[in-house]
């Protein structure tokens, strides 16, 4: 479920884009930093909201395939065939931009992201607002995504200019990028859409390709990314109790799908879901949660090694950032 908004809100929201200001929206993944992508300046200042280093691109969102033309060239069939299966959905894919495309969208490189968000407001928006929207995610560079309003007000204040708030975002973690600019698809970023099932419909030539080894401005290629303030370590479970015990870097927060063993007023413990849809949707809310100064480091103990669990595996090595 998500919390439905007024039209007026909308209607506010395009009109701050069009007039050059920033709009955070809903999206399905996380929030979104928005600014019309076809206004260099307005683009500018998402750039300077985040933060974020000048040769970072960010990704275009639109209403429809039918839109991928006015952003990119040479468009594999392929595109297309993710496109029928997978948008609207957490899926960005990376393709030869067009021509007019600016540079800042860009951060230089030949390539361009686009994504079909699924969420109805998101939706809505570029409806009414009729051309694509530039959003990264709605937080600081490097940092956590967010996943709920409040959290893009804590994080980025006035800069940015209006916030649709659209309650709990339902999947928690960034959307699936898929790399089709080169002859062989590419996973550049793991999400919520299942290998396998996108494999499928790209006839079995996805590369294999480990992400870290990808493009160098592709969000996989940051060793630290995703990540809280206070330091994050990944510890197995059937290490946790002597960790915890010998650490002198208390108080600790523990996220942990695994049985609670101890009362102990410096160990704060998160009990966290054994399925993955439902970890990734509580991560960052969690993380955020334990990322308030309080606690000298975040513990988080080892998810399953499977591929429902590869995105998760992801955004934690990130976030531990070593
Ligand atoms: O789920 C999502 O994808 C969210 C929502 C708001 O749509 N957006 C998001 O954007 O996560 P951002 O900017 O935080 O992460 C997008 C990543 C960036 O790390 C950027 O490097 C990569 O996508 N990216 C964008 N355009 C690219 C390009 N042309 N080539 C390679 N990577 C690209
Ligand atoms: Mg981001």
């Known amino acids: 479920m998500y919390t439905e908004i007024s039209s007026l809100d909308l209607q506010k929201a395009v009109e701050l884009l069009r007039n050059g200001k920033l709009v ?10 928005g600014a019309d992508a076809m206004n260099v300046n307005a683009v500018k200042k998402i750039f300077t909201a985040k933060k974020r280093p000048a040769d970072h691109p960010v990704i275009v969102h639109i209403e429809n395939a039918e839109q991928l033309s006015n952003w990119a060239c040479n468009i594999p069939s392929s595109a297309f065939a993710l496109a029928k299966k997978f948008w609207p959905g957490p899926m960005t894919l990376i393709l030869e931009r067009a021509p007019h495309v600016s540079d800042i969208i860009t951060g230089g490189q030949p390539t361009i992201g686009l994504r079909i968000p699924q969420h109805p407001i998101a939706q809505n928006l570029l409806h009414l607002f009729g051309s694509g929207i530039a959003a990264p995610s709605a937080n600081s560079f490097g ?46 970023r793991p999400g919520s859409l299942a290998l396998t099932e996108i494999n ?13 080894s990808s493009a160098p401005r592709a969000p996989g290629a940051l060793p630290s990314h995703y990540a809280p303030k206070t330091p994050l370590r990944i510890i197995a479970p059937a290490k946790l109790k002597k960790f915890l015990a010998d650490s ?5 927060a523990v996220l942990t799908q695994n049985e609670i063993f101890s009362e102990n007023n410096n160990i704060r413990w998160i009990l966290m879901p054994k399925d993955p849809i439902q970890y990734a949707h509580d991560l960052y809310a969690k993380l955020r949660s334990v990322d308030d100064g309080s606690y000298s480091m975040i513990v988080v103990t080892t998810v399953p090694q499977n591929e429902e669990w590869t995105a998760i595996l992801d955004r934690l090595t990130k976030a531990q950032g070593r």
Do not use: M, W
């Open 200 to 212: 499928s419909v790209l006839g079995g030539c996805l590369s294999s390709q480990p992400t870290s």
């Open 24 to 33: 955070a929206f809903p999206t399905e993944t996380v929030y979104g930093l």
């Open 248 to 252: 002198d870097q208390k108080p600790i």
């Open 143 to 188: 940092r956590l995504s967010p996943t709920l309003a409040k959290h893009v007000a804590e994080e980025l204040g006035t800069a940015v200019n209006f916030i649709l708030d659209g309650g709990a975002c339902t999947l928690g973690i960034e959307s699936t990028i898929i790399d089709l600019s080169s002859e062989t698809p590419r996973i550049l």
